[in-house]
């Protein structure tokens, strides 16, 4: 053979083998634990819906995407995590003014077992709080709150 064709020849098989490992279903990782990829499961399996609502958080405002996509779902294949999640697959969605959803959003449906599903609240997230009355003390007077008791005396 010519050195020509044996490097069409490698071309066209690298092409192949590129077009086929796009074809596959890429591994999602566990937003939980992060160190094992999630097991595809059809939405009927878990009792989910097959589509639902986008949920990708927009930049600089409080909404999320309302467009209706598909939803792919995985369960963590490590046993001690167990851990549910979304994504959305096809990102196909169209809404009114014909401009397709592209939100690859992951969403954790049911927090794993692991030590990261079950972390301790940080600093910012509320912990426990202190017992007492559920009511407000109806002996001492009301006080209408001023601005000078937001901040601290020096």
Known sequence: MSPHRNTMLLNLVLFVIAIASCVGDHAQLCPCCKKTNGIPYQPHQL??????????????TNKTCANIVNKAYYVCGDSKCGAIFRINPGWASRIETGRPCKHPVKELLVPGRCKAGQSAPGPSEPGPSEPGPSEPDSLKPHKEPHLYNFFPLS
Do not use: E, K, S, T
């Open 47 to 60: 009792g989910l819906p097959p589509q639902d609502r986008c949920g990708c958080a927009l930049i600089m």
